[in-house]
Antibody
Framework: EVQLLESGGDLVQPGRSLRLSCVAS????????MHWVRQAPGKGLEWVSGISWRGDVIDYADSVKGRFTISRDNAKSSLFLQMNSLRPEDTALYYC????????WGLGTLVTVSS | EIVMTQSPATLSVSPGERATLSCRAS??????LAWYQQKPGQAPRLLLSGASTRATGIPGRFSASGSGTEFTLTISSLQSEDSAVYYC?????????FGGGTKVEIK
């Protein structure tokens, strides 16, 4: 059974940092490009960042570029998102996902940025 | 980035009736298009990928068609449990991109 388990979400003040983690199982993580997708309350799905299976291709949405850093550890089947200089508009449920023909998603971890 | 546009934003359909949802891509995505269903408080659930291939466990009343830039999701006989938001998503080009969603309501 495929599982993507996110963690690390929290309530933080603007300007602070958070590190999200995602542990994968049930598929060949080390062969898979992985992504973070977020969903603000009552809104649609927004792609945040993606990383190739080898980690050599990385991209970010303009809204997070320069503030967020994606990384992975294939030996531990883990995906990470370092989030710095957080803003209220970053408040969302963050999903770890393999949004291709397989369509694997975690349940999400909630990040709330508020003073 | 490829822009995905879904229509209508909201669709109200009676039980047993057919629901037809549309998705348009700003450039060709071939058949690398997925449809997701999302209910309140839940993660997106894959319905179909490869434009028309149902995911495991998805009922046969869900079907899809299209290629290139125009795609359609059809729910042939709407059930009460089909009330949800439906998203299309292309995975042909990096980065993956999502439509804004169509909310399906039961009349």
């Amino acid at each position: 059974e495929v599982q993507l388990l996110e963690s690390g979400g929290d309530l933080v003040q603007p300007g602070r940092s958070l590190r999200l983690s995602c542990v994968a199982s049930g598929f060949t993580f080390h062969d898979s490009a992985m992504h973070w997708v977020r969903q603000a309350p009552g809104k649609g799905l927004e792609w945040v960042s993606g990383i190739s299976w080898r980690g050599d291709v990385i991209d970010y949405a303009d809204s997070v570029k320069g503030r967020f850093t994606i990384s992975r550890d294939n030996a531990k089947s883990s995906l990470f998102l370092q989030m710095n200089s957080l803003r209220p508009e970053d408040t969302a449920l963050y999903y770890c996902a393999k949004p291709d023909r397989d369509g694997y998603w975690g349940l999400g971890t909630l990040v709330t940025v508020s003073s | 980035e490829i822009v995905m546009t879904q229509s209508p934003a909201t669709l109200s359909v009676s039980p047993g009736e057919r629901a037809t949802l549309s998705c348009r891509a700003s450039q060709s995505v071939n058949i690398n298009l997925a449809w997701y269903q999302q209910k309140p408080g839940q993660a997106p659930r894959l319905l179909l990928s490869g434009a028309s291939t149902r995911a495991t466990g998805i009922p046969g009343r869900f079907s899809a068609s299209g290629s290139g830039t125009e795609f359609t999701l059809t729910i042939s006989s709407l059930q009460s449990e089909d009330s949800a938001v439906y998203y299309c998503q292309q995975y042909d080009h990096w980065p993956p991109s999502f439509g804004g969603g169509t909310k399906v309501e039961i009349k």
